[in-house]
């Protein structure tokens, strides 16, 4: 008799890998999740935010891209779950949201649950970081769609807002400055043209360690993305932040001019930050021009914050006594539109 093993899928496999996970992402629950693992959706209370005026849910869904190849090549997966969820959330605080709670959809050749353990940890650590709850997710087994070792990862998070408090970037003006949070790297975007760079290119190979890196360079590009929920969540309750962009695909040059108004553009003094060891080593590869680099990737700046200008140099040093690295990076122009680097 034929059973759904027969054709690669095994339910077996897929129970254990729920067994494994099961009380991980019960650490990520707080108050206002109801019920437990195993409800056909996930159940999340707003009993909290009751005194909201005017309540809004905003949402918002990722993937980690081709970084995917890189953490199945080096066969290391507990680190991609953390860029799943930044990828999120991050989005969620440029309106001003608070992150509630959070999806996953793993979809897999070859369902082997120790590989689910290491890739939910890595989303659980992501939403202990981001203060969500991990409320619901699906594993595909889909034998023929992907290789044994293949899998695809993507997200999906809901957060809350005041209408009358949401960041629409409408108030910004000529003379607004930008601070820039600096990255952990090179985040989630640009993969596809960092193994042309790396590894066809120039014929390094993930293992090689990098003096300039101090680590390998697979070690160095599987550095996760950075989760800067709570520190904008703290910022946003003491200081008028006016637009917030995340440094996504586009790097700066396309994601700041989404959060200003039309007939605005930016300044930015490209040397106004210190870039992390991997981008420097790019740089020195001198095959790049350097617009495309400020396109292709964050260069070191992952998330840009635009406020008034007398308010800039406080906000500059609060985030610093935070032990994050902060820089003014340019500032808001009426004489053209986009981003020009000077």
Not at 219 to 238: F, Q
Request: glycine share 10%.
């Amino acid at each position: 008799m034929l059973t759904y093993r027969d054709s690669g899928v095994d339910i077996d496999e897929g129970n254990r890998a729920v067994d494994l996970i099961k009380n991980k992402i019960k650490g990520t629950y707080d108050n206002n999740v109801i019920g437990d693992l195993g409800n056909f959706s996930g159940l999340y209370s707003l009993k909290d935010f009751i005194n909201l005026q005017e309540p809004v849910l905003l949402s918002s869904t990722d993937g980690v891209g081709t970084k995917l190849k890189l953490a199945q090549m080096m066969d290391v997966h507990d680190t991609v779950g953390i860029d799943l969820v930044a990828m999120c959330v991050n989005d969620l605080i440029c309106q001003g949201a608070k992150p509630l709670f959070f999806l996953d959809y793993i979809a897999t050749g070859k369902l082997v649950p120790e590989k689910i353990d290491d890739i939910v940890s890595g989303i659980v650590e992501g939403c202990k970081m981001a203060g969500c709850a991990l409320i619901g997710g699906e594993t595909a087994e889909m034998p023929g769609m992907y290789s044994e070792e293949d899998y695809d990862l993507a997200g999906f998070s809901v957060g809350i807002a005041d209408k009358n408090k949401i960041i629409s970037g409408q108030n910004v003006k000529e003379g607004d400055k930008l601070i820039g949070i600096s990255s952990s790297g090179i985040h989630s975007n640009g993969y596809s043209f960092i193994r042309k760079i790396f590894l066809d290119e120039y014929n390094y190979k993930l293992t090689d360690y990098i003096e300039d890196l101090g680590m390998t360079l697979g070690e160095a590009l599987l550095i996760p993305t950075k989760i800067y929920v709570k520190l904008i969540m703290d910022l946003i309750s003491k200081y008028e932040l006016k637009a917030i962009a995340h440094i996504t695909g586009g790097g700066v040059i396309e994601n700041i001019p989404r959060v200003i108004p039309k007939g605005l553009g930016i300044d930015i003094n490209k040397n106004s930050w210190e870039k992390p060891a991997i981008f420097k080593m790019i740089e020195k590869f001198n095959a790049i021009d350097e617009v495309e680099l400020h396109k292709s990737f964050n260069m070191g700046i992952g998330l840009v914050m635009i406020v008034e200008s007398e308010k800039c140099e406080e906000i500059l040093n609060y985030i610093n006594e935070k032990n994050e690295k902060a820089y003014i990076i340019g500032e808001v122009v009426n004489s053209h539109e986009g981003v020009k680097l000077c």
